[in-house]
C-alpha cells in the first residue's frame, strides 16, 4: 500500500471536532487548506509533522463579536488573537461599520492577513447615510432608502446587521425601523446582532430591553443575536437568571435567538457613552459645550453624569484606558483624578469630554451573574475586542485575553463549563449562527483553521494593569491549511480571506 504524503500531520492528539461530540485520541491531516484525513495515520508522511501528545487539536476559535473593522491595516499583526487561538474574527458590531462595505472588504482582500475576517454591516452607519445624526423616524422614501443600502451590504457579503440600541444615533430608532431592516437581513438569511438599548437602568431597563430585541425575532422570524449580555450596575445585579429565561422561552418558541458574552466583570466604552447623557449631543458635538454655557441645563447635565458615574460603580471604578490630550491620566481612575485636580469627578469627566473625550473601563459586573451567563447552552464567546496596538494606553484586557480566560479560569479552575462545550460554544456554534461555510468543525472536506493548545497550561496573561500580555498555552495554530503560529513563535505565512456570506 502507497504511503500517503501531506501538506501537515498533527500526530497524537485529543481530538475536539467542536461540535460536543466526545473526544477522540488520534492524528490529522492536511492537504491544499482542508482537513484531509482524520486517524490512524501511522503510515502517512507529511511535509511538516507536529507531536500533539498530551495536547488538545480542535478547530480555530471564531469570535463573532469585534470592533476590528475600526482598525484593521496593513500594519495589523492580529497577534493577541492569534495568540488565544483565534482564526477568524467578525468587525461592524454594535451599529458601527465601515461603509461602503463592498470597497471595505475589498481593502481588506488586499491587505495579507493571518487570521480570517468577515464583517456585518452596522445599523448607525445606514440611518447616517440617509438622516445624519438626526434624533426622528425616518420618513418612508428614507426608510425605503436604509432597506436598499441594507440590502446592498448584504449582498456585498456582510453576514448580517448590527444595532448599537445604546448609542446615538441607533438609540433613536423605533420598532418600525428596526422590523423593516430586520425584514431585509431575514429575506437574505443574514444575522440581526443587537447591543441591547439598556443593559442597566439607564432607561428602559435590561429586562425590557432584552424583550424588545426578542420581539424582533418573533415579528420578523430573523436570526437574532444578543451582543455581549451582562448585568451592568447594582440596579440589576442578579438579573441574568431572568434574562436567560427570556432567551430560553424565545428558543422554545422555535425562534432562531442566541447571544455571545467576554469573561470580566468591566466593560469599556467611550466616557461619553457611559456617563454623558445623551441628549446633551444632539444636533452635533459642538452643541454640547454650548448647552453647558446654560447654567440650568449645566445642572440637568451635571446631576445625570452624578447618577451614570454610580450606576457604573462610583468613580473609583472608572480607570482611564485612553485620553489623547493628556497620557498621564491613562490608568488612572476618575476618583484619582479628582483627587489630584481638587474637583468633583462630575467636573473632571466633562473637562475630559471637552478635552477630546476618553475611553474608559469600568468595574460593574458581578461574577455570579458572568458565571451563570456563560453556563447556558445558547452563548457564545465573543471579546468586543479590537486590533489594539501595544502603547501607553490600558485598553480592556479582552482583546488579549478572551478565550484564553475562557478555557484557563472557567474550564480548569472553576469547572463552569466542560471543555468539550466550551470548545463548541468557540467554534462550531459561532460558524453556524453567521453561516460560516466548512468553518468551526473538525471534518474531513472542512477548511483546515486548526488549535493546538496545552489544556494544563492556557491561560490569559493579560490584567487590567498591564493589558498588553499576550496568552499563553497556544503551542500551533494553522489557517487556511498554513501554519501561522508554532512553538510560541509567528511564521512569515499570511493566510487569512475576507469571509463573505454568500446570497
Request: glycine fraction near 8%; include cysteine; proline fraction near 3%.
Amino acid at each position: 500500500m502507497a504511503t500517503r504524503k501531506y501538506d501537515i500531520i498533527i500526530r497524537n492528539a485529543r481530538i475536539y471536532d467542536g461540535t460536543g461530540n466526545p473526544w477522540i485520541h488520534g492524528s490529522l491531516a492536511v492537504r491544499k487548506g482542508r482537513v484531509a484525513a482524520i486517524g490512524n495515520l501511522a503510515a502517512s508522511k507529511a511535509v511538516q509533522e507536529f507531536d500533539a501528545q498530551g495536547m488538545v487539536l480542535c478547530p480555530g476559535f471564531i469570535d463573532v463579536h469585534t470592533h476590528a473593522d475600526a482598525s484593521i491595516s496593513k500594519n495589523c499583526s492580529m497577534e493577541q488573537y492569534l495568540r488565544q487561538g483565534v482564526t477568524t474574527i467578525i468587525g461592524g458590531n454594535c451599529g458601527r461599520s465601515r461603509y461602503p462595505t463592498r470597497a471595505h472588504l475589498l481593502y481588506v482582500s488586499s491587505l495579507k492577513k493571518r487570521i480570517n475576517y468577515g464583517l456585518l454591516m452596522g445599523h448607525a452607519t445606514i440611518r447616517e447615510q440617509v438622516i445624519g445624526s438626526a434624533n426622528r423616524a425616518p420618513s418612508d422614501t428614507e426608510l425605503r432608502a436604509m432597506r436598499k443600502l441594507c440590502a446592498k451590504s448584504l449582498s456585498a457579503g456582510a453576514y448580517g446587521l448590527s444595532f448599537g440600541l445604546y448609542y446615538t444615533p441607533g438609540c433613536y430608532a423605533e420598532e418600525r425601523e428596526m422590523l423593516a431592516l430586520a425584514e431585509e437581513v431575514y429575506k437574505q438569511h443574514g444575522i440581526v446582532a443587537f447591543h441591547l438599548r439598556d443593559e442597566s437602568d439607564y432607561s428602559i431597563g435590561l429586562i425590557q430591553s432584552l424583550k424588545e430585541a426578542l420581539a424582533v425575532a418573533e415579528k420578523t422570524k430573523a436570526r437574532v443575536h444578543i451582543s455581549h449580555l451582562k448585568c451592568l450596575g447594582k440596579a440589576v445585579w442578579g438579573q441574568a437568571e431572568a434574562a436567560l429565561s427570556l432567551v430560553e422561552q424565545a428558543s422554545l418558541k422555535g425562534l432562531d435567538v442566541s447571544f455571545d458574552q467576554y469573561p470580566y466583570t468591566a466593560s469599556s466604552t467611550s466616557l461619553r457613552s457611559a456617563i454623558m447623557p445623551s441628549w446633551a449631543f444632539e444636533g452635533g458635538d459642538a452643541l454640547f459645550s454650548t448647552r453647558l454655557s446654560d447654567q440650568n441645563v449645566l445642572k440637568q447635565i451635571r446631576g445625570e453624569i452624578a447618577s451614570n458615574i454610580e450606576r457604573r460603580g462610583g468613580a473609583t471604578n472608572l480607570l482611564i484606558a485612553t485620553h489623547t490630550s493628556d497620557t498621564t491620566l491613562i490608568g488612572k481612575t476618575l476618583a484619582e483624578i479628582a483627587e489630584l485636580r481638587q474637583m468633583d469627578p462630575v467636573d473632571v469627566a466633562i473637562e475630559l469630554q471637552l478635552a477630546g473625550g476618553a475611553r474608559l473601563v469600568s468595574f460593574n459586573m458581578l461574577e455570579a451573574d458572568v458565571k451563570k451567563i456563560m453556563g447556558h447552552h445558547l452563548g457564545l464567546i465573543a471579546s468586543d475586542g479590537n486590533l489594539v496596538q501595544k502603547d501607553l494606553t490600558v485598553p480592556h484586557p479582552r482583546s488579549y485575553g478572551t478565550f484564553s480566560r475562557v478555557l484557563g479560569k472557567y474550564v480548569r479552575e472553576e469547572k463552569i463549563l466542560t471543555l468539550t462545550d466550551a470548545i463548541r460554544k468557540m467554534t462550531s456554534a459561532p460558524a453556524r449562527r453567521l453561516g460560516l461555510i466548512k468553518r468551526g468543525i473538525i471534518a474531513e472536506g472542512f477548511y483546515a483553521d486548526l488549535v493546538v493548545f496545552n489544556p494544563a497550561l492556557i491561560a490569559d496573561g493579560a490584567t487590567f494593569a498591564s493589558p498588553h500580555q499576550f496568552a499563553v498555552g497556544i503551542e500551533l495554530v494553522i489557517v487556511n491549511g498554513k501554519v501561522v503560529l508554532k512553538q510560541g513563535k509567528l511564521t512569515p505565512n499570511h493566510p487569512g480571506w475576507t469571509l463573505k456570506k454568500l446570497t
